[in-house]
């Protein structure tokens, strides 16, 4: 089985400053793993994957996340955030393998961005 | 354009009775989903199907219910036997042979028990 721990519940920041969400994830298998946003009272929008290949990921939006296998995490970074940046953002993990693999949702981040 | 339509955006609902929420998509796709998502907890799979007439229960099925008749459809029922149901809902599906289980959403559903 797989989790997904997202270790801020909120992050505060200033327009045009960098951030970084943490991801971290536990399994016993190889896994694919996902970063969606989500605008307040709308559905989930993926951001990237990281499905194999590259360990850098670029998604949309000017987001990207490095998978780092020894550290089993998957963290999501912006050079300079928007105050349109300001979302839910939730991590979430698959195991790879026969049958059906579930998808494993992190409890989300909350970003803010001030002016 | 193709998509995932969820209807009604907004429910109330007195309780002890059901309600059903309508999850519609032209995407041709075959596997739908439900979950559940409460503040603080993320996403909870409630009921998935991966072809029409077959559905399977999630990690919180109890007190919800779910058919697949079409392919385009897959419909929840809110019964008075869940305990909790306010929440905000959302339906997704899955491309055929992706292998990756990359969702699209639909904008959600949220149900208020007054």
């Known amino acids: 089985a797989q989790s997904v721990t997202q270790l801020d519940s909120q992050v505060p920041v200033f327009e045009e400053a960098p951030v970084e969400l943490r991801c971290n994830y536990s399994s016993s298998v190889s896994v694919y793993l996902f970063w969606y946003v989500q605008y307040p009272n709308q559905g989930l929008q993926l951001l990237l994957k990281y499905l194999s290949g590259s360990t850098l990921v670029k998604g949309i939006n000017g987001f990207e996340a490095e998978f780092n296998k020894s550290q089993t995490s998957f963290h999501l970074r912006k050079p300079s955030v928007h105050i349109s940046d300001t979302a839910e953002y939730f991590c979430a993990v698959t195991g790879l393998g026969g049958g059906y693999n579930k998808l494993i949702f992190g409890a989300g981040t909350r970003l803010a961005v001030h002016p | 354009d193709g998509g995932i339509t969820q209807s009604p955006k907004y429910l109330f609902r007195k309780e002890g009775q059901n309600v059903t929420l309508s999850c519609e998509q032209n995407?041709?796709?075959?596997?739908m989903y439900w979950y559940r998502q409460d503040p603080g907890q993320g996403l909870r799979l409630i009921y998935y199907s991966q072809i029409v007439n077959d559905f399977q229960k999630g990690d919180i099925a109890e007190g919800y219910s779910v058919s697949r008749e079409k392919k385009e459809s897959f419909p929840l029922t809110v019964t008075s036997a869940q305990k909790n149901p306010t929440a905000f809902y959302l339906c997704a599906s899955v491309a055929p042979g992706t292998g990756a289980n990359v969702l699209t959403f639909g904008a959600g559903s949220r149900l208020t028990v007054l």
């Open positions: 995407l041709n796709h075959d596997a």
